[in-house]
């Protein structure tokens, strides 16, 4: 075995060791009827980086965000987000400390405008102040306002402020994932989570999201990526993270990753 390869192996598991963590899984545990979806999941995202979440289909990337983010209840485990105990809160209150995910499948925004759809954002209830903005103006504040004014600009850079007063319901689904995006941002999360943030989303718009992702991240946003697209979070991915049959298999720099014989073979079995 040559040095490199015993390097990998003793990071069969996920990296333990980091000083700064946003968020912390550990040994997470769901089961589904029989099956279990989350096997003793246990890593840590460290402040400042994006980190790649990727697995083969159905190796359970999506469950773990549901149970980080308070949409499903854990059966085991425990999630912290900076420092703080999150388990088994309800979604508003994660995402009260800090933490904000997107769908992998956006939600249906049923009677609102594209604008409204991205301004009701994670942390506010439909009807809440950022309508009121819409309706009665002359109430607003200054967060409001600037908030308007990002809502503006994040569509502006994706090319998409010609819908901004359409039905949220009629637009494509890449639309509709820019604009789940855009309503994430606009929330100014610690740490951001991002369910396939690409897949549907022509390769233009693409890397105009993977600009957005970087851009978001030097200002200081953590991120927790996962991407069935491998070019695009392996461009932006640092360290990934491996998960197959619901338990990480390694985390490493994405060269190592790629090229790891256990990821390849997880691959293969799977049917990505
Ligand atoms: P991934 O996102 O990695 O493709 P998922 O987390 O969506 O995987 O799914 C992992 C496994 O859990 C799959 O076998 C899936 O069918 C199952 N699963 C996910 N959510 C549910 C649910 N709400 N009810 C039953 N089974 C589920
Ligand atoms: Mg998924």
Known sequence: ??????????????????????????????????????????????????????????????TIFNL???????????????????????????????????????????????????LVGPRNQPGESFVNLLTSPGSVGEAEKRNL????????????????????????????KLVELARAMLAEPEILLLDEPVAGVNPTLRNKLADQIQRLNDEGTTCL??????????????????LDQGSVLMEGPPQRVQTDSRVIEAYLGGDA
Not at 52 to 61: D, E, S, T, W
Not at 82 to 107: C, S, W
């Open 1 to 62: 075995m040559s040095d490199v390869e015993e390097a990998v192996d003793q990071e069969f598991a996920a990296d333990r060791s980091k000083e700064n963590v946003v968020l912390r899984v550990e040994d997470l545990q769901k089961t589904f009827g029989g099956l279990v979806a989350t096997d003793h999941a246990t890593f840590d995202v460290e402040r400042g980086t994006i980190t790649g979440l990727i697995g083969p289909n159905g190796a359970g990337k999506s």
């Open 68 to 118: 980080i983010s308070g949409f499903y209840q854990p059966d085991g485990g425990r999630v912290e987000v900076n420092g703080v105990d999150v388990t088994g809160m309800e979604p508003y209150e994660v995402a009260d400390h800090g933490l904000i995910r997107t769908f992998q499948t956006p939600r249906k925004l049923e009677g609102m405008t594209v604008r409204e759809a991205m």
């Open 149 to 176: 004014a990002d809502a503006q600009r994040i569509l502006e850079e994706f090319e998409i402020d010609h819908l901004a007063t359409q039905p949220a319901t009629d637009i494509s689904g890449g639309q509709m």
């Open 225 to 242: 990526l996962i991407e069935h697209d491998m070019d695009f979070v392996m461009k932006l991915a640092d360290p990934v993270v491996v």
